[in-house]
């Protein structure tokens, strides 16, 4: 893919050798945008997103978007397409290039991807005191719905009488899906089975059978559950929250309350921003940095 957008920028399709720039200008956006607001950075470290972007580029189902101007590399996209819902993020401009236009030009060809893809819903998490994304991504067409609290800090103890948790294994697939589908209207399998090769995944199971599943503890891992109960098992159950921390609906005032009480704190606020589809989850979730 090649696109010229205008006389100095283009965008085109990423190569290997785009990592170590591209996951330099990861870490100088966020940690410029958090500086200013005396917030932590997001990707946490340089080694993080070094692995990140690497991974991201080697990834089947991610698709990426350089940004060039006049030769230098000053931004990128990506968008996870390996499930029905596309997630798009990050979207990372240089902080010497930022309002000229990159952003949004990368933006626009992302969901200009998604469309003709006929995705039946995008969706991304967009850092709330980040005015400027929030305003690009409302002009662009997403709405709000959800305000998220990223919550960071020790492991709870506890227990809920008769749920277990353990690690997810490919059997489960079928079972995670149909919870999926009860809550959102869609499932994440392809998700979920990167997860479990990876080992991250793990489900929390009932006297009727797996009532949640997580593909991870922390900010790029998602999880769904029947019930607040059973995802406070399922959360209880991590090692550590990875990263920033685990993303909690704000408007689920139980399992905010649980966080709270048990010794987590709330570190950053965040948006859940969608195009196309949204049903109004029917069960708790924890979405990912991606949605």
């Known amino acids: 893919m090649h696109m010229t957008t205008s006389p100095t920028l283009t965008l085109r399709a990423p190569q290997a050798d785009d990592a170590d720039r591209c996951a330099t200008i990861f870490f100088d956006a966020f940690e410029s945008i958090a500086t200013r607001h005396n917030l932590p950075i997001e990707p946490g470290s340089r080694e993080f997103t070094a692995f990140k972007m690497k991974q991201m580029l080697g990834a089947e189902g991610i698709f990426g978007l350089i940004a060039e101007r006049e030769g230098q590399v000053v931004g990128s996209a990506f968008v996870d397409e390996r499930d029905a819902i596309a997630g798009i993020g990050p979207v990372i401009v240089d902080p010497g290039h930022q309002d000229g236009g990159v952003g949004q030009a990368l933006m626009q060809t992302l969901l200009a991807r998604e469309h003709e893809r006929a995705v039946p819903g995008i969706r991304l998490v967009q850092t709330a005191y980040h005015y400027r994304s929030l305003a690009l991504y409302a002009k662009l067409g997403f709405v709000i719905r959800e305000p998220l609290s990223v919550m960071q800090g020790p492991v709870p103890d506890y227990t809920v009488p008769g749920i277990g948790v353990r690690p997810a294994a490919t059997d489960d697939v079928e079972a995670c899906a149909e919870l999926c589908t009860r809550v959102h209207g869609h499932d994440r399998s392809q998700e979920l089975l990167g997860a479990i090769a990876a080992g991250s995944a793990a489900v929390a199971e009932g006297p009727s059978g797996i009532c949640a599943y997580a593909t991870g503890f922390g900010y790029g ?3 769904v559950g029947v019930t607040d109960q059973a995802m406070a098992a399922l959360i209880a159950s991590a090692e ?15 399992l905010m309350r649980w966080c709270l009480n048990h010794g987590l704190r709330i570190v950053q606020q965040s948006t859940l921003m969608t195009i196309g589809l949204y049903n109004e989850p029917a069960g708790a979730y924890l979405p990912s940095i991606a949605y």
């Open 240 to 254: 550590s929250f990875m990263g920033l921390g685990i993303i909690v609906p704000s408007r689920n005032t139980w």
């Open 221 to 223: 891992w998602h999880a």
